[in-house]
């Protein structure tokens, strides 16, 4: 039940970046998806997983910014 009510969650928010402050000088938004795993990691086969990443940016002038983000990935692995 847990792991559906997860997944459920992760599937609702994964289309809906938030945007945290926009149109100003920073810039915050934070991002919450769902992967999919194209390989299999050594002989170990991964299932579905979760993302969360967000991001940063400052406008220094009209035309000129600087930005980092970061992004992690969680798989659990087939207990067969």
Not at 24 to 30: I, T
Not at 50 to 75: R, T, V
Request: charged share 15%; proline share 4%.
């Amino acid at each position: 039940m847990n792991r559906t009510l997860l997944a459920l969650i992760l599937f609702t928010f994964s289309f809906a970046p938030t945007p945290i402050f926009a149109q100003e000088r920073w810039q915050l938004e934070w991002r919450v998806g769902l992967v999919n795993p194209i390989n299999n990691f050594a002989s170990v086969e991964l299932e579905t997983g979760a993302n969360l990443s967000g991001s940063i940016a400052y406008e220094f002038l009209l035309k000129l910014s600087g930005f980092f983000g970061c992004g992690l990935n969680f798989f659990q692995r087939d207990n067969e």
